[in-house]
């Protein structure tokens, strides 16, 4: 059984910071691409960002130079940092990682249960 756990969501003021982590955790042989996707209310989950297995980054133009996200592939964790957020930033944050099991061949996508930011004064 592989789970991913969210933590560090909340509520914080515009033009402050928040880091969220995600730690993977299971029967685990090799986690491949990671990362971070949102969704406010009603609308579709949209891509944050993401980084791949070497550490090479892509992030949605909407917060490029305020995020950064980042591995410890020791510890089978991401995270992001969120710097500068605005009040356009308040979702439900939900960390995803491409996941090889022991017990498989092939990857598979894994979801977080999801973490609420808040930017609000």
């Known amino acids: 059984q592989v789970q991913l756990m969210e933590s560090g969501g909340g509520l914080v003021q515009p033009g402050g910071s928040l880091r969220l982590s995600c730690a993977a955790s299971g029967s685990i042989f090799r986690v491949n691409a990671m990362g971070w996707y949102r969704q406010a209310p009603g609308k579709q989950r949209d891509l944050v960002a993401t980084i791949t297995s070497g550490g090479s980054t892509n992030y949605a133009d909407s917060v490029k130079g305020r995020f950064t996200i980042s591995r410890d592939n020791a510890k089978l964790t991401q995270y992001l940092q969120m710097n500068s957020l605005k009040p356009e930033d308040t979702a439900v944050y939900y960390c995803?990682?491409?996941?090889?099991?022991?017990?498989?061949?092939?990857?598979?996508?894994?979801w977080g249960q999801g973490t609420q930011v808040t930017v609000s004064s």
């Open positions: 995803y990682a491409a996941i090889v099991s022991s017990y498989s061949s092939s990857w598979l996508g894994y």
